[in-house]
């Protein structure tokens, strides 16, 4: 399994090529979840975009998540120095 998955604290993503794939993929680790007796909520299936780790992941890239820079880019400039 640990060739279409990673696994981050309560975090499971599949990833895959082909839908067909994906659905054998989702059948094999609900398999293993309920014979280990983990509950799980699936709350995207076939999804082409995900957040994970802070970066947007999509097909065809890895980008930062752009809410998040554009805060970056919009917090003001510190007014006085600590030192």
């Given at each position: ?46 999804s082409t975009q995900v957040q994970f780790l802070r970066f947007v992941v999509s097909i065809d890239r890895v ?21």
């Amino acid at each position: 399994m640990g060739k279409f998955l990673v696994v981050y604290f309560d975090d499971i993503h599949i990833y895959i090529i082909s839908h067909k794939q994906h659905l054998d993929h989702l059948h094999q680790v609900c398999s293993v979840l309920r014979k280990e007796e983990f509950v799980h909520q699936p709350k995207e299936v076939l999804s082409t975009q995900v957040q994970f780790l802070r970066f947007v992941v999509s097909i065809d890239r890895v980008s930062a998540d752009p809410k998040k820079v554009r805060a970056i880019e919009e917090r003001p400039s510190p007014r006085s120095s600590m030192m």
